[in-house]
């Protein structure tokens, strides 16, 4: 069974750091589209960033400048550093795993991240 399981998630201050991980079984994040998404309270799920399997990367524009996603193919597990915090950062993020050649599609959990002012 393909799992995505995500962690790093907390309670950080405005300005602060922290660093998701997202560990994949049973598929191979190196030839897919991994991606973040983010889901604040009331509000629907949006692209933060995605590394696609041949390195390329795209950001949400809220985003750029500040986090970065990246990918350690010897431990299938792909990464975003998220810097500078802001509290609407707030919320909780997915990992989520895109095959084009048969448009496989698999989500993690979640995370909780919350951003405090």
């Known amino acids: 069974q393909v799992q995505l399981v995500e962690s790093g998630g907390g309670l950080v201050q405005a300005g602060g750091s922290l660093r998701l991980s997202c560990v994949a079984s049973r598929i191979s994040v190196s030839i897919r589209t991994m991606g973040w998404y983010r889901q604040a309270p009331g509000k629907q799920r949006e692209l933060v960033a995605t590394i696609t399997g041949g390195g390329g990367t795209n950001y949400a524009d809220s985003v750029k400048g500040r986090f970065t996603i990246s990918r350690d193919n010897g431990k299938n597990t792909v990464y975003l550093q998220m810097n500078s915090l802001k509290p609407e950062d707030t919320a909780v993020y997915y990992c989520?795993?895109?095959?084009?050649?048969?448009?496989?599609?698999?989500w993690g959990k979640g995370t909780l991240v919350t951003v405090s002012s």
């Open positions: 989520n795993a895109f095959y084009p050649p048969n448009a496989s599609n698999y």
